[in-house]
Each structure stands twice: as C-alpha cells, then as structure tokens.
C-alpha cells in the first residue's frame, strides 16, 4: 500500500493517513478484507507516531472502513462500506457548506465548482472502475 503524506501540510497527519486509506478503499486498491500493516508496522513504515496511526484507525474503525481483531490484525471492513443514509448526506452537505461559501467569496462559479467536483468523482470511478 502506498502512503503519501505530507509532513508540511497544516492538515493533522492523522487526517492524511484517513483520507489515504479512504481513497484506497475508493479507487479499489484497498479491497474488503484486505490487511492493513498493524499499528507499529504502519508507524515505522511511514515514519510516524504509532499513537497518530492509532488515532487514524480508530476513526476508521468507527466509521465502519476497517476493523480490528486481537488475531488477523487491521483489515479493511469485509462485508464493505455501509452504503450512504440519511445521516451520512447530512454530514456530507455540512462539509460542503465552507468549500461552497469560500468558492462563491472568492467568485467560482456555480458550474466550475460542479465541474471541479464531477472530475474528482470521475477520477475515483474510473480507477476502481479499472481494477
């Protein structure tokens, strides 16, 4: 599995590693039931705290991607992503709120942000799509 992170962003590296596995998982690189390095491995991998790797897991875990076991390890969730609900559009409309208000202060059109964002959805599908 392949892991960039970058140390000089002002995004927690925690948040990188989330964001990372989650676009494995996207772009089908990461299949249900595939192992995940462990804690340690992972940290010594990539060069960080294991407490930061900790941190990412356990938000992975609770978001449903990955679970677990004291025995087979870190392994991406087996029966899948929960499919989308109810809850989970809201969340996704509240984390779009603050990129929709920036794009129109700094006068992004309403069909340039669409665009921005069909492109990011197509670049995920057409990778899983080639898997």
Do not use: W
């Amino acid at each position: 599995m392949f892991i960039r992170l970058d140390f000089e962003s002002d995004e927690p590296i925690y948040t990188q590693l989330i964001h990372q596995i989650i676009e494995g998982i996207a772009k089908k690189n990461l299949s249900p039931g595939d192992p995940l390095p462990s804690v340690r491995a992972m940290a010594a991998d990539i060069g960080i705290n294991l407490h930061t790797v900790n941190k990412a897991y356990q938000h992975l875990k609770q978001e449903g991607f990955i679970l677990i076991h004291r025995q087979k390890g870190v392994v991406i969730h087996p029966d899948g992503v929960a499919k989308a609900d109810a809850a989970y559009m809201k969340q996704v409309q509240k984390k779009l709120r603050p990129f929709v208000a920036e794009s129109i202060c700094r006068q992004v059109s309403e069909e340039e942000f669409l665009k921005q964002c069909q492109e990011l959805f197509n670049e995920f599908k057409e990778e899983g799509e080639k898997k």
